[in-house]
């Protein structure tokens, strides 16, 4: 069964700086992999969406990475924002089933 | 960009009662709709799949009996938990799958149930 593991899982930066978030997953076989923000006791909002064809996809101060064949994403922010403050949370899409495996979430506080 | 909301929002309930919550995709037929469950601190995790027209897909370890599941429409799926107890409060998300592609679901806001 795919295991989605976030490191870390919290992380606590100045504002200004850039940040790197980490996702691994044990099994190559995805159809794609994305990357949510989740602020408190809200639903989830789609980042960015990297085919398992691609190896990056960026959006704005946003740029995630994939090696699928090391079972590994990274979310890079660039010039991190009080706003940036949320849960970031990786999930994998399998490509047997439309079925999601999410990670654990990484807790992200930007302070001003 | 596709919308999916629920209703309601947020729900406090008595222990024994039951509590229905509703899945719509607003301006798109999902075929597939997927309900999700989030403990404090935990990630999001599948509880079932469910399909128009057709009994739901369960996860293992979550009681298709206690979490019943409607899919009586292209655009609603319900989501009722029966008997609630307080360890069935959580939050939880539904999110809908539109029909012919496979790499994208749309989520809605989520319901945050309290069972005292």
């Known amino acids: 069964k795919q295991e989605v593991t976030q490191i870390p899982a919290a992380l606590s930066v100045p504002e200004g700086e850039n940040l790197v978030l980490n996702c691994s997953f044990t099994?190559?076989?995805?159809?794609?992999l994305q990357w949510f923000r989740q602020d408190p006791g809200k639903g989830l909002t789609s980042l960015l969406l990297?085919?398992?064809?691609?190896r990056e996809q960026t959006s704005g101060r946003l740029n995630a990475s994939l090696d699928k064949s090391s079972g590994r994403s990274t979310l890079y922010i660039a010039a991190s924002q009080p706003g940036d403050s949320a849960t970031y949370l990786c999930a994998v899409l399998s490509n047997t089933g439309n079925q999601f495996y999410f990670g654990t979430g990484t807790s992200l506080t930007v302070i001003p | 960009g596709a919308v999916v909301s629920q209703h309601p929002s947020r729900v406090i309930c008595k222990s024994g009662t039951s509590v229905k919550i509703e899945c719509r995709s607003l301006?798109?037929?999902?075929?597939?709709m997927f309900w999700y469950r989030q403990f404090p601190k935990q990630s999001l995790m599948l509880m079932a799949t469910s399909n128009e027209g057709s009994k739901a897909t369960y996860e293992q370890g979550v009681e298709k009996d206690k979490f019943l599941i409607n899919h009586a429409s292209l655009t609603l799926s319900t989501l009722t938990v029966t008997s609630a107890h307080p360890e069935d409060s959580s939050f939880y998300i539904c999110s809908a799958h539109v029909a012919g592609l496979t790499d994208t679901q749309y989520f809605g806001p989520g319901t945050r149930l309290t069972v005292l």
């Open positions: 099994d190559s076989a995805i159809y794609n």
């Open positions: 301006d798109f037929q999902a075929t597939t």
């Open positions: 990297i085919q398992s064809s691609q």
